[in-house]
């Protein structure tokens, strides 16, 4: 039974490009929650999903950033036109429901050069 | 003033020695996490906790509800429990069950 699967775990894009990244979670999980780790930073909440719908997404950068969760599929985390500030760790995780525990992805390294 | 404070930020220990990381919150919470991150890798769920105290192997995890304060207790520490520690919580808000975290405590256990 595979944990949440993410994919790529390393990614470098140059200023301008657009970056995929892709979550699965655990079979059965309907929640996925995004997560963004910054150099030398905590981690912050980004989006919140439930199967094709975007529950919360007020940690989400106004621009270039979007999130989905389709109804078949990973969730996609999308970052459209990147910069160097882009350059992080993003984790997924997710949870049968919104009182239980989570499970953590091994995250993407995003670098932007 | 972040809503979940941790101390100590950094956290030298001698194999063996027993070892407490404190987590302080200011808001209503419906659960408390203590995750592990080692460096460059993955997070790992250690405990989830609404009340009273969990142990697993040689972790303990306390909270004391009223006080708004939590710990994480390593005994008899070892090398591989090298890594940050990262204390979060889950607010007692409407539907959110997004999780908000401390800044984390870096160990290092050294022979």
């Known amino acids: 039974n595979a944990g949440v699967m993410q994919n790529p775990r390393h990614l470098v894009r140059r200023r301008g490009q657009e970056a995929r990244l892709r979550c699965s979670p655990v079979k059965g999980h309907s929640h996925v929650y995004w997560y963004r780790q910054l150099p030398e930073e905590g981690l912050k909440f980004m989006v919140y999903?439930?199967?094709?719908?975007?529950?919360?997404e007020s940690g989400m950068p106004k621009e270039r950033f979007s999130a989905e969760f389709p109804k078949e599929g990973p969730s996609i985390l999308r970052i459209q036109q990147v910069v160097r500030g882009d350059s992080a760790a993003y984790f997924c995780?997710?949870?049968?429901?919104?009182?239980?525990?989570?499970?953590f992805g091994s995250g993407t390294r995003l670098t932007v050069v | 003033k972040n809503e979940v404070e941790q101390s100590p930020q950094n956290l030298t220990a001698q194999e063996g020695e027993f070892i407490t990381i404190n987590c302080s919150y200011s808001v209503g919470i419906s659960a408390l996490h203590w995750l592990q991150q080692h460096p460059g890798g993955g997070i790992v769920s250690l405990f989830m906790?609404?009340?009273g105290k969990k142990k697993h192997g040689r972790l303990i995890a306390t909270i004391n509800i009223q006080e708004k304060h939590s710990s994480l207790h390593i005994t008899a520490s070892h090398p591989r429990d090298s890594a940050v520690y990262i204390c979060?919580?889950?607010?007692?808000?409407?539907?959110?069950?997004?999780?908000?975290f401390g800044t984390g405590t870096r160990l290092q256990v050294t022979l």
């Open positions: 995780a997710s949870s049968p429901g919104p009182n239980y525990g989570y499970t």
């Open positions: 999903l439930q199967k094709e719908n975007i529950i919360d």
């Open positions: 906790l609404s009340s």
């Open positions: 979060a919580v889950t607010l007692n808000t409407g539907t959110a069950s997004k999780l908000t």
